[in-house]
């Protein structure tokens, strides 16, 4: 603020020199005094554009600071919110929240902070001043500042309504594309790139027109305002002229009525221009603050802890459907631009309808069903990915919704079908970055290569040619899906959880990469309690029980041994006439 004062002083004072410079010419001074006099005018300019450099550095060095603050704390807030939220967004309308909002912000904040500040007590500072040479000019500028402001009011809720719109374009567009470039084999293997592009057209359609409507408003802002610079202009010139032949003027003080009046068009254009900023700001802090409004279906308690032992598991009575977070607008409370996202829940029918069972400790369960039937939901709702709607699930007797979320999740692993692999090395890839984490315990190398000789992965790693060091690509490409998969088993065995989860890989792996898995799932497996989706005849072998559901219902639950003997159950006839009829 300082620096900031002292620029704004040294360009009110800068040109009463030039005027002290024009009547002493007018008046015969010597060229000594004339020349101190413009020596002083340099010193001042340059001193003044100094200052100013190091102003705005200081401006936007905070500006940056503050909005990746608010950009940390986005994506700290979307990283807390439940699948229901993320289940309806697509990963680039997530970005654009994120980071186009903030960045839009981001360009406003150092100016609207520091700068906005500094170009309004200019303008003060000029009204000031010409006040007190004139009341007439000092009118002409107050008229023109008063109005210049109300045409910009005047257009604000345009503006803001026009950069929503175009916002949410750019959000849909960087979803669509996301989504779609995600899925390139598939759509060229099927022929679909006419179809996306016959998509996209309307997208950028809607961006075009939008982005149009935006032009055309910030074109008639810099008109109405530039017109109004003309007319005040000319009054002044009027007025001084005037004045100056009626020898109430001199030639020095018309320069400087027509310079201070000329001065106000700067900062008033500046503060326009930041005004217009400033109205495509508030339209991205209102989808912040929107954003921030979305809460965590999941709630954090943390009133019990887990035994550090393989854990028993419990279902008592569980029912359970999806309760989707929507964006909705609620009549009675409207935010000023009238797009308030409120969070909703959206209920759809039951995925699990009173599914009561146990498992004990050290035991494994095969749960077989057909797609669709709730298998997936069961393994998510006991990792707390989703809070179930009535009854209990307890690992050791302990209610899991008592349980904090880092605590539970540091006692159940779980290996997906869809294993997710960073643009990382191997060794963040395997510690998902826990070394990076003050509140984890570390994970040394020497640990980490001997999950991986453990696992089976020992000639794979050793011909990597940087070791721990090498770098994977985004989505784990290059790597096989069983690569990929062992890699997943190394993940969690490193975090040497109590109870693990396994969505089994079902397809795509030729017979040397299934006996690898074969012998990582039974290490994985080993002095632990297990839950496994089960795709395969090895698998079920494996299991101690087994629970088949049937549309969110346990339609028969037991001892492997014991179904597999009885003649009437559902897991003999499975047995003897293939999984497929069930599986699929």
Same mark, same amino acid.
């Given at each position: ?21 024009? *009547? ?27 200052? =100013? ?11 940056? =600071? ?32 994120? *980071?186009?909002?903030?960045? &839009?912000?981001? @360009? ?28 007439? !000019? ?22 803001? /309504? ?5 916002? $949410? ?5 960087? #979803? ?15 022929? #679909? ?44 010139? /009027? ?33 326009? $221009? ?20 979305? @809460? ?7 009133? /019990?802890?887990?035994?550090?032992? /393989?854990?028993?598991?419990? !279902? %008592? ?17 409207? &935010? ?6 409120? =969070? ?34 069961? &393994? ?56 990076? *984490?003050?509140? @984890?315990?570390?994970?040394? +190398? ?12 020992? +000639? ?34 490193? $975090? *040497? ?21 074969? $012998? =990582? ?17 090895? &698998?079920?072998?494996?299991?101690? +029980?087994?629970?088949?559901? @049937?549309?969110?219902?346990?339609? %028969? ?21 293939? !999984? ?5």
């Amino acid at each position: 603020s300082v620096l900031l004062i002292g620029s704004i002083g040294l360009q009110l004072v800068a040109p009463q020199l030039i005027q002290r410079f024009l *009547d002493q010419a007018q008046t015969g001074e010597t060229m000594q005094t004339l020349v101190n006099t413009a020596v002083l005018f340099f010193i001042i300019v340059l001193s003044q554009k100094i200052i =100013a450099l190091f102003s705005t550095y200081v401006s936007e060095d905070l500006g940056w =600071a503050a909005t990746n603050r608010l950009r940390a704390d986005l994506a700290a807030h979307c990283l807390r919110l439940d699948m229901g939220f993320h289940k309806l967004r697509t990963s680039g309308e997530l970005i654009e929240r994120i *980071d186009g909002d903030v960045s &839009t912000l981001a @360009e406003s904040f150092s100016a609207l902070v520091v700068q906005m500040f500094g170009n309004s007590l200019l303008l003060i500072g000029v009204l000031i001043l010409i006040f007190r040479q004139s009341w007439q !000019f000092g009118l002409i500028g107050l008229v023109y500042t008063l109005l210049m402001f109300g045409v910009q009011k005047a257009i604000r809720p345009q503006v803001v /309504a026009v950069n929503n719109a175009v916002r $949410r374009g750019y959000a849909n567009m960087a #979803g669509f594309l996301g989504e779609r470039l995600a899925g390139t084999e598939d759509i060229r293997a099927n022929g #679909g790139e006419a179809y996306i592009m016959a998509r996209l057209y309307p997208i950028m359609a809607h961006i075009t027109h939008w982005r149009l409507r935006d032009d055309w408003m910030g074109a008639l802002s810099f008109s109405s305002s530039y017109m109004l610079y003309v007319f005040a202009l000319a009054a002044t010139l /009027a007025l001084a002229a005037n004045a100056y032949l009626q020898g109430q003027m001199s030639i020095g003080t018309v320069y400087l009525m027509v310079y201070y009046v000329g001065l106000m068009e700067s900062p008033l254009k500046y503060i326009r $221009r930041q005004l217009s900023r400033f109205q495509r700001a508030y339209a991205g802090i209102d989808r912040i603050n929107g954003f921030f409004r979305f @809460e965590t279906q999941v709630k954090e308690t943390a009133v /019990a802890i887990l035994p550090p032992t /393989a854990p028993t598991i419990r !279902f %008592e009575h569980v029912s359970f459907a999806y309760k989707d977070q929507q964006s909705t607008v609620n009549k009675k409370q409207k &935010t000023k631009n009238g797009q308030p996202p409120l =969070a909703a829940n959206l209920q759809s029918p039951n995925v699990l309808h009173n599914v009561t069972f146990e498992l004990g400790a050290n035991r494994i369960l095969g749960i077989l069903g057909r797609t669709g039937s709730g298998k997936t939901t069961l &393994t998510r709702l006991l990792f707390r990915l989703y809070d179930i709607d009535t009854g209990t699930i307890r690992l050791d007797g302990v209610n899991i919704a008592g349980v904090a979320l880092s605590d539970l999740r540091r006692h159940v692993g779980m290996v997906t079908q869809e294993v997710q692999l960073f643009a990382a090395t191997i060794r963040d890839n395997l510690t998902l970055f826990r070394n990076y *984490d003050p509140q @984890e315990t570390s994970i040394s +190398d020497a640990q980490i290569i001997a999950a991986i000789e453990t696992l089976g992965l020992k +000639d794979w790693f050793y011909a990597l040619p940087d070791g721990l060091d090498t770098m994977l690509k985004s989505g784990g490409k290059g790597l096989s899906a069983g690569e990929a998969q062992l890699l997943a088993f190394t993940r969690v065995f490193l $975090r *040497d959880p109590r109870l693990v989860i396994l969505d089994e890989a079902s397809s795509r792996l030729d017979p040397a990469t299934e006996q690898l898995l074969e $012998r =990582a799932i039974d290490r994985l497996l080993q002095d632990r309690t297990g839950l496994i989706i089960a795709h395969r005849l090895a &698998t079920v072998q494996r299991a101690d +029980d087994i629970l088949i559901l @049937e549309n969110g219902r346990i339609v %028969e639950h037991g001892s492997r041994a014991e179904l597999a003997e009885d003649t009437q159950s559902r897991f003999f006839h499975l047995l003897q006439t293939g !999984f497929d009829s069930v599986l699929v």
